[in-house]
């Protein structure tokens, strides 16, 4: 239920925030408990904060009573997409999708199909802070791209290593699916 604390909030953080930089709002989608929020619910608020001056919506789900990862929902690879694609569709705001999404090939499959706008790789990048450059190198970055988003004295080293693992490994490196 969107309220008039909610207005002031976000119109009070949008006049101080510069505009030339996005206002984020994250959401729980849906909560998963009896007579909770439920996507509909949602959807209309996410039409409440864009008026307001959000530029997108965080859609994750749950945790909202007990642990965050207590709620009864379904959890398999993007299985919060869904509530990211349904508001960016409905609500007509850009949204950011969680959820389980691990593999670069999945988060770009996401975006090109249009389910939402960015991805939030938030607990994937506990496992992995190289995420990002494991993602670039997976979607098929080469040459002098392969290292440069790296930090310096990473990508120094890796970019001369590259050439003996081809020698080992053929163009197919261990780091790429084949």
């Known amino acids: 239920m969107f309220t008039t604390e909610n207005a002031k909030i ?3 953080v949008r006049a101080a925030w510069p505009e030339d930089r996005p206002l984020s709002v994250r959401i729980s989608s849906v909560d998963g408990v009896q007579g909770g929020l439920e996507l ?6 996410a039409r409440e904060v864009k008026t307001r ?14 642990s965050a990862t207590a709620a009864r929902i379904p959890r ?11 508001i960016r569709k409905q609500a007509g705001i850009a949204t950011i999708a969680v959820g389980l999404i691990l593999h670069a090939q999945q988060a770009e499959d996401i975006l090109a199909q249009g389910q939402a706008d960015l991805i939030a790789i938030g607990r994937e990048a506990l496992f992995d802070p190289n995420w990002p450059q494991h993602a670039q190198l997976a979607l098929g970055a080469h040459g002098a791209e392969l290292f440069e988003s790296w930090p310096q004295q990473y990508g120094w080293w890796l970019e001369r290593r590259e050439p003996g693992l081809r020698k080992l490994d053929g163009p197919a490196l261990p780091f790429r699916k084949a």
């Open 10 to 12: 976000i119109e009070t």
């Open 40 to 45: 509909a619910d949602q959807i209309e608020f």
């Open 53 to 66: 001056g959000a530029d997108l919506l965080d859609c994750s789900s749950g945790g909202l009573l007990g």
């Open 76 to 86: 398999g690879y993007g299985f919060q997409v869904p509530f990211a694609d349904a």
